[in-house]
Nanobody, 122 residues
């Protein structure tokens, strides 16, 4: 298994969760996507091996992506959670550089974790 995601759970609106994605190697990009029931998978955030970060506009200010290169692990700190954040969150990774416009595209990622469910109740 290349990626192992963890940290999901049930939280009240306004609460926080931290997701972790443990990788077996130092992927160039590690990212989080999410998929709510009946909706397409959407980009949440990504981090580059050298330290750059990228966010979906709706997540800026509430979510923070980080990575520990010594542990090959990426984290997603989610604050001020809303019921509409309820989804299965997937970590994804790719070994190669991506054009900036491709970072947000699920098809550009070669490796996926198993998903972790985040449920935000009102």
């Amino acid at each position: 298994v290349q990626l192992q995601a963890s940290g999901g759970g049930l939280v009240l609106a306004g609460g926080s969760l931290r997701l972790s994605c443990a990788a077996v190697e130092p992927f160039y990009y590690m990212a989080w996507f999410r998929q709510a029931p009946g909706k397409e998978r959407e980009f949440v955030a990504a981090t580059r091996l050298s330290g750059g970060t990228y966010y979906a506009d709706s997540m800026k200010g509430r979510f923070t992506i980080s990575r520990d290169n010594a542990r090959n692990t990426a984290y997603l700190q989610m604050n001020s959670l809303k019921p509409e954040d309820t989804a299965v969150y997937y970590c994804a990774a790719v070994r190669t550089h991506l054009p900036v416009g491709s970072i947000f595209t699920p098809l550009r990622y070669d490796y996926w974790g198993q998903g972790t469910l985040v449920t935000v109740s009102s």
